[in-house]
T-cell receptor, first 117, second 113 residues
Framework: GAGVSQSPSNKVTEKGKDVELRCDPI?????LYWYRQSLGQGLEFLIY????????KSGLPSDRFSAERTGGSVSTLTIQRTQQEDSAVYLC???????????????FGPGTRLTVL | DQQVKQNSPSLSVQEGRISILNCDYT??????FLWYKKYPAEGPTFLIS?????DKNEDGRFTVFLNKSAKHLSLHIVPSQPGDSAVYFC????????????FGKGTKLSVKP
């Protein structure tokens, strides 16, 4: 597609349920990033992929969070046993390649607004 | 502890005047800085960037200034237009990182006609 797409756009779930968020990056982009923005906060980096590999998972807030990427394209972020503090907008971005300085522009999707009741 | 700080949560400017958005950082390993613009219900959109080897970068109405000694950067918008009304995020990337960006909390700019 023309840009990064994310689904669903909104997700309301009950505490304790699992959720899966999806990101479709720009075609051909090898690098993919997940961020989240909690209310009143800036964007918080979660994890990145170079191809299908996520070499550093230390940005994930807890072991309830996991992410995968298949075929060098679509990525899913899964949150198990959701908690109210997981409520946030989850944003995905992609760029054409990873560089040591992050100089390749990251293009963001519209985000998924997650509300945990 | 926040590595990128935008101390003004909001800014109101008259159309046609200059908008100046400020950003401070603490990590001396940051070597690339970016400004993103965000409208409600949309993802951030890249606006302009600057490498640490420069002190100024200009693109049309937008200019970013970097003062490394003060660990400060600013975004100037001249002249401001109502369509510039949005939340502006300052972001930085660390030398040797894999490109993940560290964002400030954002400044909401309102440009009044």
């Amino acid at each position: 597609g023309a840009g990064v797409s994310q689904s669903p756009s909104n997700k309301v779930t009950e505490k304790g349920k699992d959720v899966e968020l999806r990101c479709d990056p720009i075609s051909g982009h090898t690098a993919l990033y997940w961020y989240r923005q909690s209310l009143g906060q800036g964007l918080e980096f979660l994890i990145y992929f170079q191809g299908n590999s996520a070499p550093d998972k230390s940005g994930l807030p807890s072991d309830r969070f996991s992410a995968e990427r298949t075929g060098g394209s679509v990525s899913t972020l899964t949150i198990q046993r959701t908690q109210q503090e997981d409520s946030a907008v989850y944003l995905c971005a992609s760029s054409s390649q990873l560089t040591s300085s992050g100089t390749d522009t990251q293009y963001f999707g519209p985000g998924t607004r997650l509300t945990v009741l | 502890d926040q590595q990128v700080k935008q101390n003004s949560p909001s800014l109101s400017v008259q159309e046609g005047r200059i908008s100046i958005l400020n950003c401070d950082y603490t990590n001396s390993m940051f070597d690339y800085f970016l400004w993103y613009k965000k409208y409600p219900a949309e993802g951030p959109t890249f606006l302009i960037s600057i490498s640490s080897i420069k002190d100024k970068n200009e693109d049309g109405r937008f200019t970013v200034f970097l003062n490394k000694s003060a660990k400060h950067l600013s975004l100037h918008i001249v002249p401001s237009q109502p369509g510039d009304s949005a939340v502006y995020f300052c972001a930085a990337s660390e030398r040797g990182s894999q490109g993940n960006l560290i964002f400030g909390k954002g400044t909401k700019l309102s440009v009044k006609p």
